[in-house]
């Protein structure tokens, strides 16, 4: 129920002005030029009206009050809408129960809605709903559930009477599917419609993305096959370090032990034999002849000592060149196992050429030219392999450089380590020789001469001993140093797996060689592993990865598919619901026409009937466009393919064969009981009828009236009128005036309260 209209600075009602309509019929009237006809303009700028012709203007700006030389013009213009939102019976249906009760606007669960339009001197307006701004189509969508359409079927205004009857056959239609209350399934179709549009454009999107990632799943997929092949490698290398690295470390362990205590036990034993030796050179000092041979062992002994020194320096160097070569000679070896060769195109196809022009020789039948082509074809392959069978990059040649430089240089150390060993035979020799012939000189000490002889020897023993157990004990050292470096290598390629192994408390009953030949096997393992590409778990996370996506993906393509098809099913359901009761309605509106007409015109008949629908179609017009300006965009667009509606009249005693034949009056009648016939069938919540009745006579103002009074019942009626016959029909009359400041004013009057005053 409509409670109010609110207006400031819209058109020439410059101050606030309030309207209250509580009576079920409400008259405007004034004189011309008094501003009344701006109330109905008020009503359609309110509601959403987008076309500027309809408010009598050119644009926005003409509807701000402009000013006058008493009032400065105003910067905006606002008109509000309030309607009674309280829960109720509507008109002409009769409640079984309290729940059968409604709001008439069903959406929104207050007891008053305030709906507002308000536009400003640079062109931009505003809609606000109880206070807050919402879009334009925000309130088309609202004021259609509570049967308030776009096409103005509830708003005839001054000279626009037979606006009904004059409209496109297609505009008639939209009047009528608005006053049967069909906009807002028109608006759920619309966005189903975009709704769906924008499905498809997902859907087109979600399969141009899979057609994107299939040929880069398809490549993981080689890849990660590949790695799953080379997985089976990976734990075999993983077993294989297991059993070596476990019997390896409980070798170098055992062996460093025991020759450890082997060096100690033999340094033991030296230093003894040496201190007693030492002793028995002491005892021969008090001659001359003593001490020439005293001096003779300590410059044999100092000879040996610095022989032996030089020697362990040089075993230390011998090491380190042996270690740099096993580390040289292991690159090598993986740089010559490389299976790509780098040949230059060049030679590619001066190879590709020569064999394409030798076979064309062989092509021919002469037998001699066909074996020197064979042959020339076999010499220039054989030169060809010759130049690229063998890696030769420049990595590959330092390395070689570097591995016979270190084996010359170990070479050396060798051959120098053999003097050594000579000269230290040599001092060893002299050293006796000088203590036998102490001893020869010491006749006392014959009986010493043994035991000094077998001390000599214990010492050379447990010193070459010392030497060799120190020997051991670097290799060892090496040995350790590799393992570690093999562990290292190990733990990249095959993980963790490689080193989890439990210690051994026993070397198992075997030769050395057996675990060299497992060090070899492990060494192969791990070539092959290198080749297979072990490892990738990057790549098999991306290939993880990709599927997932492409699961996602086809998983959402698949819920866009259903979607899809729920709106299409949902489109086709409203297209059934919207053709159902627009059939129904126009049966009902027909009824309701034929009954009002045969009243207005005391006979004929009057209906209304779908025009028979031409090849093609259009949809909206460009001046329809224009009109609507820039906020068209949220207005459904007219589908073409519908069927316009024709008025077909039958005048009593009367030969009428088109519309245009009718007099302005009987125009006006026939759309009066076309309007009122519309507004019977689905009531709006108001009516506002704009001087409707200026060309009816007495008699049919009447008439005119009695409609008037029961189509109150059904729908708030605002009637601008300047009919006696009509002013008397309403319970609120308000009177517009103008003075000479170009602002309109209200003054108003209650019949009912006027009444109860004059009694």
């Known amino acids: 129920m409509l409670k109010r209209l609110e207006i400031a600075g819209f058109k020439s009602f410059a101050r606030k002005t309030v309207l209250d309509f509580s009576s079920a019929t409400t008259a405007v009237v004034g004189p011309n030029g008094s501003g009344k006809s701006n109330i109905a303009e008020a009503f359609r700028f309110a509601l959403g009206e987008q076309s500027m012709k309809s408010m009598r203007g050119k644009r926005s700006e003409d509807l701000i009050f402009s000013g006058s030389h008493s009032s400065a013009r105003a910067n905006r213009a ?65 004021l259609a559930s509570a049967n308030i359409g776009e096409s103005g079927h509830h708003i005839i205004s001054q000279g626009e009477a037979d606006r009904i009857l004059l409209a496109h056959p297609r505009e008639r239609r939209a009047m009528l599917e608005d006053a049967l209350g069909l906009k807002a399934f028109e608006f759920k179709k619309l966005d189903a419609e975009r709704k ?40 075999e290398l993983a077993l294989a370090c297991q059993t070596y690295f476990g019997i390896e470390e409980l070798y170098l362990s055992t062996e460093k032990e025991r020759a450890t205590k082997e060096r100690a036990q033999a340094t033991e ?17 008090n001659d001359v002849e003593g001490m ?52 230059p195109r060049d030679e590619l196809e001066i190879l590709c050429t020569e064999v394409e ?18 042959t020339s074809l076999r010499a220039l392959v054989r030169v060809f392999f010759e130049r690229f069978g063998t890696p030769n990059d420049d990595y590959l040649a330092d390395e070689e450089s570097l591995v016979h430089s270190l084996e010359s240089e170990r070479e050396g150390m060798l051959a120098k380590d053999t003097q050594l060993a000579e000269s230290t035979d040599t001092n060893r020799k002299a050293l006796m020789r000088a203590r036998e012939a102490s001893m020869a000189y010491d006749e006392t000490g014959r009986e010493e001469r043994h035991r000094v002889l077998e001390l000599a020897e214990v010492k050379a023993r447990e010193e070459s001993a010392v030497v060799r157990l120190d020997g051991r004990l670097r290799e060892l050292s090496m040995m350790s140093e590799e393992l570690e470096r093999e562990r290292a290598e190990a733990l990249a390629l095959a993980g963790s797996a490689a080193l989890s192994y439990a ?26 592993v290198e080749e297979a590409g072990g490892g990738g778990e990057d790549v098999k996370k991306e290939y993880e990865d990709a599927v997932a996506r492409e699961t996602f993906l086809a998983r959402e393509l698949e819920d866009l598919a259903k979607s899809s098809a729920g709106l299409r099913e949902l489109i086709s359901d409203l297209d059934t619901e919207l053709t159902t009761t627009f059939t129904e309605g126009l049966a009902r509106v027909n009824a309701s026409f034929g009954e009002f007409f045969a009243l207005m015109f005391g006979g004929g008949g009057a209906k209304l009937v779908l025009e028979e629908l031409p090849v093609g179609g259009r949809g909206r017009s460009e001046e329809e466009d224009e009109e609507l300006g820039g906020e068209a965009d949220d207005l459904p667009v007219a589908k073409a393919g519908k069927a316009g509606i ?45 001087e409707t009745d200026a060309a009816l006579d007495e008699a049919n103002s009447r008439r005119y009236g009695d409609m008037i009074e029961e189509l109150a019942k059904k729908s708030q009626l605002i009637v601008i009128s300047h009919n006696r016959e009509t002013m008397s029909r309403a319970g609120i009359l308000y009177g517009v005036t103008m003075g000479s400041d170009g602002i309109s004013k209200l003054l108003s009057i209650k019949f009912d309260e006027a009444v109860a005053v004059a009694k």
């Open 292 to 343: 020439k041979h005293a001096e003779r062992i300590r410059v044999a002994e100092r000879e040996l000592d610095r022989v032996m020194q030089e020697r362990s320096v040089l075993s230390r160097e011998l090491g380190r060149v042996e270690g740099a070569l096993e580390g040289a000679k292991k690159r090598t070896v993986a740089v010559a196992h490389d299976p790509y060769i780098k040949i």
């Open 503 to 528: 210690p051994l408390t026993q070397l198992p009953q075997e030769e050395r060689r057996v675990q060299e030949d497992r060090k070899r096997g492990v060494e192969r393992l791990k070539i092959r």
């Open 646 to 690: 024709e008025i077909s009249v039958n005048l009593p005693k009367k030969r009428v064969q088109a519309l245009m034949q009718l007099s302005g009056g009987e125009r006006a009648l026939t759309s009066i009981a076309l309007i009122f016939a519309m507004s019977q069938v689905n009531p709006p919540p108001f009516l506002i009828l704009d």
């Open 196 to 235: 769906l549009e924008k499905t498809d454009a997902n859907m087109r999107e979600v399969e141009s993305l899979r057609r994107e990632i299939a040929p880069h799943i398809r490549f993981l997929k080689k890849q990660v096959e590949r790695l799953e092949r080379a997985a089976s490698l990976v734990q």
């Open 78 to 142: 606002a008109v509000t809408i309030v309607f009674d939102n309280m829960p109720r019976v509507r008109p002409g249906h009769h409640a079984s129960n309290a729940t059968d009760a409604t709001r008439t606007f069903p959406k929104l669960d207050f007891d008053e809605v305030s709906i507002e339009r308000a536009v400003f001197r640079d062109g931009t307006s505003e809609y606000l709903v109880n206070g807050a701004k919402v879009r334009l189509r925000d309130v088309q969508e609202l």
């Open 269 to 285: 034993r030296l230093t003894a034999a040496a201190a007693q030796l030492t002793a028995f050179d002491e005892r021969n000092t």
């Open 357 to 374: 022009n030798q076979s064309q020789v062989i092509e021919g039948t002469n037998p001699e030219a066909i074996k020197a082509a064979l």
